[in-house]
């Protein structure tokens, strides 16, 4: 069956019909792997990787096998058909039927509601039924379905407008500046789209202009659907004339050309990065061998038209360019010119080259020392223009009011203490007044009350006086903002490709400078390469996270032995500081997927990790300058010239120096992908929880609280839930002046409980009641002590809270393997219960708590199933549940 090909008509299409055919099946796959449904489920025979979902090896057979389904919580159990209908039903309704484990250390238990349910919005039908016919093949030969199935796709009807196209970036009447992965440049380029339909691609690994277009500016429907290929394109109609070389290339004071391909290769140049990875010198060596760096662009205020900025040797140099409506290009160059430039020039695409001001000759543009004197390059684009389609209309810079919804919710029902009460901020529509995917990933406030929002794809936005302004466009997946003055004029954000100082200087509302602050890490285009942060210390320092890569051969992406995640070099999976002079230094190493970074009221620096290889559960971790935090690939940006063959670099060596977590954030229970942290410093105003850490995370839609402490110089702590069923995923918490929450989120690309692919929600206190709960738990000598945010009742006695209280453990391992089962899993028993004078707490003493090794290093379950009446007349939020890792006993 495997070798048969077969050629369906899609139910319910139109009949009539585009010329082309597509296999299914190797759509499917692309599908499957862009919507991430990898990192959830397993689709090798034998891989024993531990994932929040069931394994789809053998699932789905020629003739349809029964699987058993169950529910959390409960022993009931129902078999059902794992035929087509079953299948769609896990897609669009997936907590419906609750797959129960066939095999692994969690055999026979159900999987908990994790995968989110897909709308046709988020996949479409034909996207499902392309990944019905992937899955099909995944079995033995006999069972598994065809390894080719031809579908005829459905004529797509024409936009009238370019406003009507998805994803199409439109040019009006002023140059649009736009960062995005394109193949034939760098994923650090920058694509300028200017208002006569003539565009252009600068790529700072090169310092030069690469690509030429005309017509349509961009496409990014690539980029914005599911995790983010670097596949997008050029627009509607667009005409290339020059393409992924270098226009004007400089050369370094001895003569060669300038090209940072070791830190930053083009999109998809497999080979290029596989070179780079095996090099013998180490990444420093290869940076200082260079003698050049990008430093930015600005926005002319005049022309709208942007200038590049960068240093060869001592000469600092700008470059102004414009393409003509005759088809010219023209680059205006400027700067201060210690030491003679020259520039390669290609004019492969280009004819009639001119220069104004030094010497051209044999290709080769050569400019004398000044002092700020301009120099003109021109030549014509071959071949005929392309006349960009009209817009009929210009952009809306007016600012939008701020819209706050008290009545969105997410799939799952809302869960939150009394006293608390949820509303959603709604998004700013673009700049032509359409919907745009808004995922606000990046909040910070400044001292006059204006809120800075970063978003993955829609730039940088501004809330003041309750209206949303656009600050700056282009930026590419902005994961966190600083601000930098009192009114949120100058900010500093992470960027995929770099930390950018961005301004306006010039008081309009809209920032004008954009400044690279450290660009001295590797950028491979890759689209699990995220960077986290900023984080800034009283020192002015500026910190970050890199994470690992995803997907290409071991050759590639070195992964250590594991599955999925490696590095292409460069520090990926380190952490890293940036020092007020701009030096870049790296700081710890062992990250994989560091989603979160946060500063705490001492000063102290905190990160969070994403469960996978080498990592058995997210934890929360202090960052320390020098630590190895477990996840080996990251290694091999070590000095002394390693590469992935390097003995030195093996797990043995290094499984015993890890940096343990403080606290484990047990996987599908709480947390599955952690985010940025924030710490209650609002002085009572966001209820009883001052000094505590608030934490979302992205899978699970939901956000906890954390508690710390140290004991014998050793860090642990609790985790509690603190609200469920939010509507989408929980990446950044930032507190508000008047001691509110809000929470940017997105479910893009991995999906997220809550349903939606975005949201930014705000959570505020009534400011006097006080729901009864688990405020945290800390150690004690003969077990835990548990705090509480309201007094138990004055009638119930410790006999009473003793039996009211569960405490089971278990402890998780880390080792190439996706994740870990809960390890050696035990009911503790409980002896008594002591209650504080206040009745605010209660120690619990467990049985033999501390005698022999069996006690430290594991997690442990405390919670209250039933609370009775332990706190008489006080609302209490659900059952009381906390998690408490234990690394230290107290004496």
Known sequence: MKNQLVIIFLAGCSSVWA?????????GKKVFETMGCAECHVVAKNDDSLKTGPSLFGLFVNEPRERETGVVGSDDRKKVTADKAYFLNSVRKSWDALAVAESGPTSGETYLPVMPMYTREVIPDH??????????????????????????????????????????????????????????????????????????????RLLSVRTIWAGGFLNLSAERKGRGQPDSGRGQGAKTYVEGGAILQPLSKSGEPIDFEFKEPDVRDHEAIEKWLWEDRDFPELQASIDAEFSGHRIDSASGRPVFYFRVGQNKLSQAITLTDDGRIEVVVNGRIRHAQRFNVSENGLSDVKVEGGTYKDGVWSLGSSKGQSYKFSAKLAGGLVARQALGRDENQDPQPLVKNQDKKGRQ???????????????????????????????????????????????????????WTLFAEGTYECLGVCIEDDKGDKIVVMQKPELTRISDTNGDGRADQFETLCDDYGFHGNYHEYAHGPVRDPAGNYY???NLSHGGTERVNWRAGGPYMGSMGGYRGWACRVTPEGKFEPYANGLRSPAGLGIDPDGRLWYAENQGEYVGSSKLVPLEKGKFYGHPSGLVSLPGKMNPDSPELKFEHWKDKIRKGAVWLPHGKLANSPGHPAWDVTGGKFGPYQGQLFIGDQTLSTLLRVVTEQVNGVDQGSVVPFARGLVSGVMRTCFLPDGSLLLGQTGRGWGARGGSQAGLQHISWDGKTVAADISHVSAASV??????????????????????FKVKSWFYANTGRYGSPEHDPRDDVLQSAKISADRRSAQLKVEDFGKGDQWVDRIYSIHIPDTGQLFGDTPVWKKLESYFTLRAIPK
Not at 177 to 198: D, E, T, W
Not at 441 to 459: E, S
Not at 790 to 802: C, F, M, Q, Y
């Open 413 to 467: 029902p809302l869960e939150i203490p009394a006293g608390y009460s949820v509303e959603t901020w709604e998004s700013p529509k673009d700049l032509f007044g359409r919907d745009q995917l808004f995922e606000p990933t990046g909040i910070a406030v400044a001292k006059d009350g204006t809120i800075v929002v970063g978003t993955r794809t829609a730039g940088v936005w501004r809330i003041r006086d309750g209206k």
């Open 544 to 546: 970050f996270t890199l």
């Open 127 to 204: 996207d499902v039924e392309s990944v019905w016919h992937y899955l099909r093949t995944l079995a033995d030969d006999g069972l598994a379905g065809p390894a080719t199935v031809m579908l005829k796709k459905q004529k797509q009807a024409q936009s009238k407008s370019l406003l009507e196209i998805p994803n199409e970036v439109l040019v009006a009447k002023r140059p649009r500046v736009i960062r995005a992965p394109l193949r034939g440049s760098s994923g650090r380029a920058l694509h300028v789209g200017q208002p006569n339909g003539m565009n252009y691609t600068f790529d700072p």
């Open 19 to 27: 010329q082309g055919e597509f296999d299914a099946v190797a759509e």
């Open 783 to 804: 077990g835990f002590e548990v705090h509480f945010t309201s007094p138990l009742d004055r009638a119930v006695t410790g006999e009473e809270v003793a039996k009211a």
